[in-house]
């Protein structure tokens, strides 16, 4: 195959009805066969990952047997809970709402990004609202540091480095949310004697971006093999509401909003996609600049980038390790 | 303040030994790339900072936060040298306020 045709905009085109039959025969086989589960719970923020795992599950398992759960939080967007229930009331499944805001409170998750965040904005609080993000791949520098950036109520910014101490307390604080919303997830799942279906893509699956023991946990991840774009293309056959379908992704994880690619991917989804494809298939940076407007520097950044997370994220992804055998299991 | 190169290279050594190396650094050259090398990550390249400023009483800039002043025992000598000096540091970029994408 020649470099051109490689990176052309057909590469991660899908035959949609065919894979979501595929998909469908594998979820049904998991959970019934497998897992000996009689339904689904999916964790749905309204977002377009979690709506196609919703409605193949549907498909798969059958409407009443699938449990669509929301659980909004006081920082959360309006809209996640509006749109989480149009995918239930298309699909006609149960659904349920679980406040998460309590259980965050008792736990300090707020007090504790908070205080992390003053760490190096003293002044932090009082209505002001953060998210952290991360330079652009157009930047030149090679190194991907988290910023925070600061608004105040006045509409205000500021942008300040982070240091490591209030990185990983902003991250370690916010990671309650993810588990929280998990552990109601299985919650729901124990009640009902139901699997949990996890929502990772292949670019949040591979990258490493999920939280290990909350978005990164599930019985059955049917679209971790799919990249962002394939996901869409799944959308759009299994009838997604086209709200949803035109939603720029968003962490809905900070006060401030944040566009996932500020969080993790440093560029646009799609193309990150072609970035993460061009890796996958070894085709050198040279080739694929063009194909994504960036130049050879800027996708061998990317590569760079992609090998260190995919290198970061196996410690997500390992099971606890015994360093004792168990033979009889 | 004045600190010999040798003095500043060994406690450099010995932070990355101890924090990531688990107190092995025979094999480290001191050209040696601790991004290519798989040494420091970037939660490490921050920690890194945390340990130069705390030990040598600096502040260091968002646009000296680059691999030419981070990346290997030598550079990381070079530049803590350099600013105990007060020397200028190589120019790099500026975060800009406010703009979501471009901070450090």
Do not use: W
Request: hydrophobic fraction near 40%.
């Amino acid at each position: 195959m020649s470099a051109s045709l490689a990176v052309s905009p057909y590469v991660l085109r899908i035959d949609a009805a065919t894979e979501t039959e595929r998909i469908v025969a594998g979820i049904r086989n998991v959970v019934f066969r497998q897992l000996k589960r009689r339904g689904a719970v999916i964790g749905v923020s309204g977002g377009i990952d979690s709506s196609v795992v919703a409605f193949l599950c549907a498909r798969a398992l059958r409407k009443e047997r699938v449990l669509a759960l929301f659980t909004p939080e006081t920082e959360s967007s309006s809209d996640s809970l509006r749109l989480g229930r149009m995918v239930a009331e298309a699909l006609g499944v149960r659904a349920a709402v679980e406040d998460i805001t309590p259980i965050l409170k008792a736990a300090q998750c707020y007090e504790r990004r908070d205080e992390a965040v003053r760490k190096v904005v003293p002044e932090y609080g009082g209505g002001d609202r953060c998210k952290i993000v991360l330079p652009g791949v157009h930047d030149p520098q090679r190194y991907a540091l988290f910023s925070v950036v600061v608004q105040a109520p006045d509409g205000q910014t500021k942008c300040v480095r982070l240091n490591a101490e209030a990185y990983l307390g902003i991250v370690a604080a916010t990671n309650f949310k993810q588990r929280v919303r998990k552990m109601m997830e299985y919650y729901h799942a124990d009640r009902l004697q139901y699997a949990v279906a996890g929502t990772p893509n292949r670019l949040e699956y591979d990258l490493g971006f999920f939280v290990k023991n909350g978005d990164g946990a599930a019985d059955v991840k049917p679209i971790a093999h799919l990249y962002k774009s394939q996901v869409y293309q799944l959308a759009a056959h299994l009838g997604v509401p086209e709200e949803i379908r035109r939603r720029p992704p968003t962490t809905d994880t900070y006060p401030l909003e944040q566009s996932q690619e500020e969080f993790y991917f440093m560029l646009p989804l799609e193309k990150m996609d072609f970035c993460l494809y061009g890796k996958n298939n070894g085709i050198p940076a040279a080739d694929l600049g063009p194909a994504v407007g960036l130049d050879t520097d800027q996708v061998q950044r990317v590569y760079d980038a992609i090998q260190a997370k995919r290198k970061a994220a196996q410690y997500l992804r390992a099971a606890p390790v015994l360093v004792g055998e168990v033979s009889e299991v | 303040m004045e600190m010999d190169n040798v003095a500043i290279a060994q406690e450099v050594r010995s932070f990355i030994a101890a924090d990531y190396l688990l107190g092995h650094d025979g094999d480290l050259a001191d050209s040696a790339s601790f991004l290519e090398e798989g040494i420091l990550d970037s939660t490490g390249v921050l920690q890194l900072i945390a340990f130069l400023e705390r030990t040598y009483g600096i502040r260091v800039e968002n646009e000296e936060v680059i691999p030419n002043n981070l990346d290997s025992i030598s550079s990381v000598v070079e530049y803590v040298t350099r600013k105990l000096n007060g020397a200028a540091t190589p120019q790099g970029c500026e975060p800009s306020a406010g703009n979501p994408g471009g901070g450090v």
